[in-house]
């Protein structure tokens, strides 16, 4: 019967197409904030020559980061504390694990291997109501500090040994 179906020779690339779909629906899914109003973490890396930003993966936050997140936000009294206090918490975030990140990322981006002593680390906040200079690319550096936002890092745990796993796949 002509015309009908995949040829057999084909179902193999259709079933890694589909995969991949499936894949990039997951990803978009983990990247924005979902029915909970909790905001979402997007990371990412660059090399401090190249400026080109690789996504290295992301993580929900918790309560505490999404009144931060409500509080830069509407711009209110504390705005600017409240984004430094996210901006510390991711910080740590990444402290705490930066090995592992940065394995995973160089066996993900193999061009970033020659920059390892030079990179840079961001992240893009989605959270609803953001405007658009909110939802830009926030630099930040991966130190450990105290702060409240430490519920951001507790969250974050293992997040990193996740991406790891997916990766070395």
Do not use: H
């Amino acid at each position: 019967m002509k015309g009908k179906g995949v040829p057999q020779d084909m179902k193999g690339q259709q079933r890694q197409m589909q995969d991949m779909q499936e894949m990039k629906e997951q990803m978009a899914n983990s990247q924005t904030p979902g029915p909970d109003g909790l905001p979402v973490f997007n990371m990412f890396v660059r090399s401090k020559s190249a400026k080109v930003w690789y996504p290295c993966g992301s993580f929900r936050g918790d309560d505490g980061s999404k009144t931060l997140a409500m509080s830069w936000r509407d711009d209110g009294l504390l705005s600017g504390v409240s984004k430094n206090q996210l901006d510390t918490g991711v910080g740590n975030s990444l402290a705490e694990d930066i090995n592992k990140l940065n394995e995973s990322i160089f066996r993900q981006y193999k061009q970033l291997r020659k920059s390892k002593d030079s990179l840079e680390y961001g992240y893009k906040l989605a959270f609803e109501g953001l405007s658009e200079e909110q939802k830009k690319m926030n630099i930040i550096v991966p130190e450990k500090m105290d702060g409240i936002m430490d519920n951001v890092k507790s969250k974050a745990s293992g997040f990193f040994d996740g991406i790891a796993s997916k990766i070395g796949n």
